[in-house]
């Protein structure tokens, strides 16, 4: 299966699409550049600053958005109103991949710009706005699903090479992390992940230049080929939540490398997705 191309080089560090009727589609972000970027139904991007770094969001169950910027959280209503919250921390780190749980929390892990092993964490953005360290010790983290049911998520940490999986219930958060699938050498890095209706996990290979699908029992059942390397994040979306999108980045690329690096690619008819799970606050 090949991701066909559906923009051009629109962005530097393309990273985490999000598709929601609430926004009348899907939304990604040029991470490092500090916008959130929108795929209008005519084909055109919109684009829109909320800072110097945008690393996630996702919809709010009130309308609009929660973000995570440079060093911690920000809020958008659904007016467009952006609040900013207080900083998590001083120092060269920054916000890289998050997502939402069943519970309507946001969590968000973190990464250092010189990708220092063990010098992140993950943090937890609860609805009435108190923050909480979930972990520590974390060196670049990515991706992270739920499963279907509620009571798993997938998660990366880039330099382990690994998908783990964790259990999660309301009171516990995610706990008893355990490896789920580990890429092979020479396969490009985990990056950002989703999960489809069936359990399925779907996987960027940063530096590989595909997403790899795994069943819920941990096997690969399927390569999309995308032509840029760098492929850093998926979401399924669209009509009837079966196409995937998949964002890549130019980040450290020469001028003229990899020419389709930070565009944006599809391919449809991919097995049913999930509507985002939404923050409550």
């Known amino acids: 299966m090949r991701a066909e191309q559906l923009t051009g080089p629109v962005a530097y560090h393309g990273e985490g699409p999000v598709w929601s009727d609430s926004w009348g589609g899907l939304r990604w972000v040029d991470m490092l550049a500090g916008d959130v970027l929108s795929l209008t139904a005519d084909g055109s991007v919109g684009r829109r ?7 996630a969001l996702r919809p709010r169950r009130s309308g609009g958005a929660v973000l995570a910027v440079e060093k911690g959280f ?5 007016d ?12 060269p780190v920054r916000m890289n991949e998050g997502g939402c749980d069943p519970d309507g929390r946001f969590w968000c892990g973190s990464m250092a710009y010189d990708k220092s092993e063990g ?6 953005l609860d609805p009435d706005g108190s923050v ?31 998908v783990d999986v964790l259990d999660y219930d309301t009171s516990r958060g995610l706990h008893d992390r355990r490896p789920f699938v580990t890429f092979e050498d020479g396969a490009g890095s985990p990056d950002g992940l989703t ?3 069936a359990g399925g996990v779907w996987v960027a290979a940063n530096g590989g230049g595909h997403v790899r699908h795994y069943d819920a029992t941990g096997i690969l059942d399927e390569r999309v080929e995308v032509a840029a390397r760098q492929v850093t994040a998926c979401t399924i979306g669209g009509a009837g939540l079966a196409e995937l999108f998949v964002t890549t980045s130019r980040e450290g690329l020469d001028d003229g490398d990899d020419p389709l690096a930070g565009s944006l690619f599809h391919v449809t008819g991919v097995d049913p997705g999930l509507p985002p799970l939404t923050f409550a606050g």
């Open 80 to 91: 467009g109103g952006l609040v900013t919250l207080e900083p998590l921390w001083d120092g």
């Open 49 to 55: 600053s909320v800072g110097a770094v945008v690393a």
């Open 132 to 162: 909480h360290v979930a972990w520590r010790d974390v060196s670049i983290s990515n991706g992270l699903a739920w499963s279907p049911d509620g009571s798993r998520a997938y998660y990366v940490d880039t330099p382990t090479g690994r």
């Open 74 to 78: 920000a809020l958008q209503d659904a």
């Open 119 to 124: 010098a992140a964490s993950m943090y937890r």
């Open 195 to 197: 999960v489809d209706a």
